[in-house]
């Protein structure tokens, strides 16, 4: 179905309805971050680039393994966790590691970190009634966060898993932009789900993508750690 929007009319929406189903909402705790030595989690992942001016709309598949190797205390004497990013080979058939991020808990935040550019993922506990600026341990813009919905369940491809919030990053829609970011958590296992659009589209029709690039991370697998 199109989706049209009339002139520069522009959408920020935030959904607040709740469905915990059976699951109780003083029970969301940090085990909703994965923050465990040895977890190791697997994606498949989907990349889209879009360029409608050389009639370019390339798509990559791919996996990449999450694995939470190890601690480290940093300049402020915070405990980070050290996470290893790998992304499958074919060609030598083998897991090569590409990236290196940390993560940790900070007055009530899951924070992750990247070249110290800190984002605030998850606030703790579980609470509908707020949301928070993600950026405001960095110089980005504002951007917050909220709690959208609680899953007892959740189909994930061809994975069930148990217990899964949905946390809603961006969703901005105008006549000629459309940005969408959301990512989903599941108790002891961290994020499971995340996609991500940035595009320029024509007229308001989000069907019809003059550039940008889409992401898609869905777990296929968790081990988990100690």
């Given at each position: ?10 959408i920020v929406l935030f959904s607040c309805k709740k469905k915990d189903g ?205």
């Amino acid at each position: 179905m199109r989706f049209y929007l009339i002139g520069f009319f522009v959408i920020v929406l935030f959904s607040c309805k709740k469905k915990d189903g059976n699951i109780s909402v003083d029970s969301i705790k940090e085990d909703f971050t994965g923050l465990n030595i040895g977890n190791s989690t697997f994606y498949n992942v989907r990349y889209i680039r879009h360029d409608d001016q050389v009639d370019v709309h390339d798509t990559f598949d791919f996996k990449i393994k999450s694995v939470i190797e190890d601690t480290f205390r940093d300049n402020a004497n915070n405990l980070r966790f050290k996470i290893h990013k790998y992304k499958w080979n074919d060609v030598i058939a083998s897991w090569v590691n590409f990236k290196i991020i940390s993560a940790r808990i900070d007055n009530n935040f899951y924070i992750e970190s990247e070249d110290n550019y800190d984002v605030k993922k998850m606030f703790i506990p579980y609470n509908f009634n707020f949301s928070w600026n993600s950026n405001s341990y960095n110089t980005s813009d504002t951007l917050h966060f909220r709690f959208v919905n609680l899953y007892p369940k959740l189909n994930i491809g061809q994975v069930e898993v148990d217990s899964v919030i949905f946390i809603k990053q961006q969703l901005f829609i105008s006549y000629v932009d459309l940005k969408r970011k959301n990512e989903f958590f599941a108790r002891d296992k961290g994020m499971v789900k995340k996609y991500f659009k940035d595009l320029k589209i024509k007229k308001g029709d989000t069907t019809k993508v003059d550039k940008g690039e889409e992401w898609y991370f869905n777990m296929y697998q968790f081990i988990k750690g100690k």
